[in-house]
């Protein structure tokens, strides 16, 4: 059977154009639209460790904005807060009994003076009462310091050790007398209970 020219030149091309479009098809380094994800396909594994990266480098970021800072508590406030709450009342006077860790703490209660002492391990026990001064009475209605922030600031400005506290009026004015055992011997630092300003009360 013979097979024309036109015919073998239609086979032909029909072949090599088949052959193109294998070659296409196989080509890795193909067009780029064959080389876009489509829906349903696998992440590549490069994209998959930038996605890892991404997540872990935002929760160490969480992680490194979430901070707690702890702090141990300290002796006097903690004494303070037990007696006002052994007594019901508001604290304006501490003394540091026999030097063994006991507080004697001083709380105002309406027009009454409660006497509460803190055990070194915290335990409040309310004893003796009495009238509250009046010169108290009218300190503490014209604090806006309380008695934890006006040791806070005296301990600031003198450096050594808190030994006690009390309420102190000089010419219609009303402080805070923090004493500091400095070396064996104590400063006094008044803060103004308005305020909060301190001045240190020296020898000569």
Known sequence: MKTTRSALIALTTAALLGLSA??????PAGPAESRTQRPG???????????????TSGSASRTSSTS??????????????AAEKEAG?????VDDRDGDG?????????????E?????????????????DSDDRAGLKAATVDLPEAIETALK??????????LEEEGGKHSRKISIDVSGDDTDVLVDVRTGKATVERDG
């Open 116 to 132: 509460v002492d803190v055990a070194k391990g915290g335990a409040a026990s309310a004893g003796e009462e009495g009238d509250l």
């Open 68 to 81: 707690s800072a702890t702090t141990p508590t300290d002796p006097v406030p903690a004494a303070i807060a």
């Open 102 to 114: 006991t507080w004697a703490v001083d709380v105002a209660k309406g027009a009454t003076s409660i």
């Open 41 to 55: 396909d696998t992440p590549s594994a490069s994209s998959s460790v930038a996605s890892s990266t991404s997540s």
């Open 22 to 27: 294998c070659g296409n098809a196989d080509d």
């Open 89 to 93: 009342g508001t604290a304006y006077e």
């Open 157 to 166: 400005e003198v450096d050594g050790t808190f030994d006690g506290a009390e």
